[in-house]
């Protein structure tokens, strides 16, 4: 008969010691991930917090970098598409006699032309570089003046904004004015119009009203609904035809009996 083997109670004790102290190491290495992760979270927290509460801008007086200096005058020493060797100087005014009448910038291409009146009165149309008389060549345009190139040195012409020539008078042409006189009087015959005043089948009077501007029925001292009733002397129930009355004060005027507002009034109307 046999008995089972039995390990000593020594055994049995140090194996229990080694499995508490696996376990107890293992433990401890949880607990240090867990404090390393906890430090990273802590780290990423106070990152996040100084970002919002730290401001964009630098703290302090921040004051710009001032630009470098720049030399701007050397853009308007020379022409980028006529370019000479050393720069161009200003250019004087052209004394020339050529006469600038009007300029076409073109920002585009850079070139544009401009109207020139020569000396022998002709107005050409001339691009930027070409030729205006010989030995004078359009150089640059600007808004109201142009450069030319004579004989190699730059010359400026401007736009003509003088007045213009004085309107010519008579005397000036050499042909003597028409003398001076009062202007000739209105006519009657347009102006007034004459209707009979009839009792019966007589003509007693000739009623007058303004027509037309009615200028030449004011101008002979005549008022509306004046009723003539003698022309020198004459009566009225002569005169056939009432325009006779204005046509004969026309020609040679006359002397009327005029009824105005109950009185009876002479009046010299026309020449």
């Known amino acids: 008969m046999r008995l089972p083997f039995q390990k000593p109670a020594s055994e049995t004790g140090q194996a229990a010691l080694r499995w508490r102290d696996g376990d107890r190491a293992s433990a401890l290495g949880l607990r240090a991930a867990e404090f390393g992760l906890l430090a990273l979270v802590a ?19 921040w004051t710009p970098p001032a630009p470098a200096s720049t030399d701007t005058s050397m853009l308007g020493s020379f022409d980028p598409f ?9 250019a004087a005014v052209s004394d020339i ?13 850079g070139r544009g032309s401009a109207i020139i009146t020569t000396t022998d009165g002709v107005q050409t149309s ?43 008078t ?42 037309g501007s009615g200028a030449a029925f004011a101008a002979a001292g ?25 046509r004969q004060l026309d020609a040679g005027g006359a002397t009327l009996s005029i009824e105005r507002g109950g009185k009876t009034v002479s009046l010299k109307v026309g020449k």
């Open 82 to 90: 006529f370019r000479t060797a050393g720069g161009d100087a200003p």
């Open 97 to 109: 006699g050529l006469i600038l009448s009007g300029t076409r910038v073109d920002t585009v291409s």
């Open 222 to 246: 005549l008022q509306p609904g004046d009723v003539v009733t003698a022309v020198d002397g004459a009566p009225v129930a002569g005169i056939g035809d009432p325009g006779q009355l204005a």
């Open 170 to 211: 008579p005397e000036s042409a050499g042909i003597a004015p028409p003398p001076a006189g009062t202007p000739p009087p209105p006519r009657l015959a347009a102006d007034i119009s004459a209707s009979p005043r009839m009792i019966g089948t007589t003509i007693t009077g000739l009623v007058l009203n303004p027509r």
């Open 43 to 61: 780290v990423a927290a106070a990152r996040l917090i100084w970002t919002l509460v730290t401001p964009a801008t630098p703290l302090g007086n």
């Open 126 to 168: 001339v691009l930027v570089g070409e030729e205006i008389v010989p030995g004078v060549r359009l150089k640059a345009v600007a808004f109201d003046a142009v450069t030319i190139d004579r004989g190699g040195v730059s010359e400026q012409l401007f736009l003509d904004q003088s007045a213009g020539d004085a309107p010519v």
